[in-house]
C-alpha cells in the first residue's frame, strides 16, 4: 500500500512553522520589523542550528553557544555589527558510496545561517568563539552598568504617626 505522504517530509511544514512564530516574536521582543515573508537572503537556506543564549552574572559574560554537529570549524564565519550576531556555514554532504540504499535522511545539509540580538552592555570588541564536539560557544564580557542590581527598599514613617507622637 501507498502511504497518502511522505514520512520523510511530514514534520517540515511544523518546524517551519515553529522556527517562523519563534521569529516573529523575536522580533517583537527586539523591536525589529515584523515581515510576513522570509527575507531573500534566507530562502537559500537549508537548516538552522538550535541556539542557547544567557548574560553569566555571577561571571560578567554573555555566552551564545549553537549546535553545529558535522560541521567543520573552518566552514562557520562569525560576524558581529550593529548588536547583532550573525553565524553562517555549511555542513557538507558526504556520502561514502554512490551505490546506497536510504532508509532514513532526517540529517539536513547545505549552508545556514543565524542572526541574534546582542543585549545591551556587551563588549563586542571582547567577542571570543570556541569550537569544542560540535558545538560553537561565543562569549563576551558584559560591562556592569547593564547587569541588573537589587534596589532596597527603605521603610518610612508616615508623616501622620510622627505628627501624633
Known amino acids: 500500500m501507498k502511504a497518502i505522504y511522505a514520512p520523510e517530509k511530514f514534520f517540515d511544514g511544523l518546524f517551519g512553522f515553529r522556527r517562523e512564530f519563534d521569529e516573529m516574536f ?5 523591536n525589529r520589523p515584523l515581515s510576513l515573508e522570509v527575507p531573500e537572503f534566507k530562502k537559500g537556506f537549508s537548516w538552522f542550528p538550535a541556539v542557547e543564549t544567557y548574560v553569566d552574572k555571577e ?8 549546535t553545529l554537529p558535522a560541521v567543520e570549524p573552518n566552514d562557520v564565519q562569525v560576524h558581529a555589527q550593529n548588536g547583532l550576531l550573525t553565524i553562517r556555514g555549511e555542513r557538507k554532504f558526504e ?3 554512490k551505490e546506497t540504499e536510504v532508509y ?6 547545505g549552508t545556514f545561517e543565524r542572526t541574534i540580538a546582542l543585549p545591551e552592555g556587551v563588549t563586542v570588541e571582547r567577542l571570543n568563539a ?5 558545538v560553537l560557544e561565543i562569549t ?12 532596597e527598599i527603605k521603610t518610612v514613617t ?4 510622627q505628627l501624633a507622637a
Open 26 to 30: 523575536n522580533r517583537i521582543l527586539n
Open 59 to 66: 561571571a560578567k559574560r554573555y555566552v551564545c553557544r549553537f
Open 95 to 97: 556520502r561514502r558510496t
Open 104 to 109: 532514513d535522511e532526517e540529517i539536513r545539509y
Open 130 to 134: 570556541e569550537y569544542v564536539n560540535g
Open 140 to 151: 563576551a564580557p558584559v560591562a556592569a552598568a547593564a547587569l541588573p542590581r537589587k534596589i
Open 158 to 161: 508616615p508623616l501622620t504617626k
